[in-house]
């Protein structure tokens, strides 16, 4: 073998979570050897710390929410390959409060494409009926929203790593640092590649590769707190994922309800903290049944990595007007951070060089929407 020699790929992709996977998958499904770069030996960046939620309901109408349907689909094909875990749970945006069933009831009536799925208002009792952990005082209403799928972060990532390199002979290069792309050269820390085309999935890296054009692209990080209970007793299960009325405030899906401005002016007068550090409430499971619970949100070019204890005594006060869990005690706390466009697009695409494409800002929804992104970048290159 030649010193010095230079691999060859079809697709090299860069960074080993959930959009370089998915990239990877949508490249290697039409045919291209693909060769995949992740700097660290396994990835432990968003796509590891995240909910595992796969929530179509929260996505922008249109667009965005088909993406997710067709990302949905591509879970539950790797699912029913790998035996991954991912749970056709569903979920159900809880209503406490008069301005919080007038948002739903709102979206519900508008929202045709999610009515035609399944959505749909249902009673307090029915809610509580399909989830368990639901609390029953106060409930005015609930929306049950059948399309989203719970995921297991910690085990789907490494499960799809495999899948690439067993069903379709992806290379997955773990601990392998890409330093420079010029294309068609590849320069990483393991040699040198030639790649037809090189699709940068660097997640919140924006130092190493094109740095110029995270500079130029409007990203900024966003800093999230989350927790999680020990696996809970006797084989109890969650069911459909949670979530109470501050959520309403956070997903684009209810932008445009008139009803969320009256909603808004009470949460910033009742619950300023809660404003102010970005805190909705969401409560899914993992696959050996603990609970998964977070979060807050915030903005900034760089993050200390300290979680608040006063954000997730916050946050747990939430969870417990609108949850009660069998075990409440707390096994684990951490931060993520995930790169976020802050003016409503759902994603930077962007070609910095014939050959090259950066595919970053999926924000808080990557792993409900880079499998279909993936299928779209690489519909169009
Ligand atoms: C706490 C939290 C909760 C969330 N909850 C959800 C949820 O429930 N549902 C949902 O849809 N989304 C959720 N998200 C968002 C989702 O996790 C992210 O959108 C997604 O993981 C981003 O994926 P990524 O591949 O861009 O980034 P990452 O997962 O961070 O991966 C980027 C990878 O690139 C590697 N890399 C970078 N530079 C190089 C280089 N030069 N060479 C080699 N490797 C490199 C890094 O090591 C890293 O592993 C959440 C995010 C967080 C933080």
């Known amino acids: 073998m030649a010193i010095n020699q230079v691999h060859r790929a079809d697709t090299a992709v860069v960074g080993g979570g959930i959009v370089g996977l998915a990239h990877a998958l949508a490249a290697a499904r039409r045919g291209d050897r ?6 660290d030996t396994y990835a432990v960046g968003a796509s ?4 595992g939620m796969i929530w179509a309901v929260g996505q922008q109408r249109g667009a965005a929410y088909r993406r997710a349907l067709r990302s949905r689909e591509i879970w539950q094909e790797i699912s029913a390959k790998t035996g991954l875990w991912a749970a056709p749970a569903g979920s159900l945006h809880l209503a ?3 301005d919080e069933l007038a948002v739903l ?3 519900v009536a508008t929202t045709e494409p999610v009515r035609e799925r399944g959505t749909a208002m249902i009673t307090a009792a029915e809610a509580v009926r399909r989830g368990p952990a ?3 005082e106060g409930l005015l209403g609930a929306m049950w929203s059948p399309t989203e799928l719970n995921v297991d972060p910690r085990r789907a990532i490494p499960t799809i790593a495999r899948y690439l390199v067993e069903e379709y002979g992806v290379d997955v290069r773990f601990g392998t640092t890409v330093r420079d792309v010029s294309a068609p050269v590849v320069s990483t820390t393991a040699g040198e590649w030639r790649a037809d085309r090189v699709l940068v999935c660097s997640g919140n890296d924006f130092a190493t590769l094109y740095p110029q054009v995270f500079a130029e692209s409007g990203l900024v990080r966003c800093k999230l707190q989350m927790l999680r209970t020990g696996v809970q007793p006797g084989g109890w ?3 459909p994922m949670l979530c109470g009325g501050l959520t309403l405030l956070h997903y684009a899906a209810f932008e445009d309800c008139t009803a969320r401005a009256a909603l808004d002016a009470r949460m910033r007068e009742e619950l300023p903290f809660h404003r102010e550090h970005g805190i909705h409430v969401l409560l899914s499971a993992t696959a050996d049944g603990r609970l998964t619970i977070g979060d807050s949100h915030a903005y900034a070019a760089t993050h200390d990595p300290f979680a608040d204890e006063r954000i997730n005594a916050a946050i747990l006060g939430c969870l417990d007007g609108f949850a009660h869990l069998p075990d409440t005690r707390i096994t684990e706390r951490w931060t993520g951070c995930y790169p976020s ?5 759902t994603e930077l695409v ?4 014939p050959g090259v494409t950066v595919v970053n800002g999926v924000g808080g929804a990557g792993m409900t929407l880079s499998f279909g992104l993936a299928e779209e970048v690489l519909a169009t290159r």
């Open 237 to 239: 299960q969650l069911g």
């Open 350 to 353: 962007v070609d910095p060089e």
């Open 48 to 51: 590891i710390r995240n909910f």
């Open 134 to 136: 639901v609390r029953e």
């Open 96 to 98: 406490h409060r008069p």
């Open 105 to 107: 009831e709102e979206f």
């Open 34 to 39: 693909v060769v995949l770069f992740e700097r």
């Open 341 to 345: 466009l802050r003016d409503g697009r």
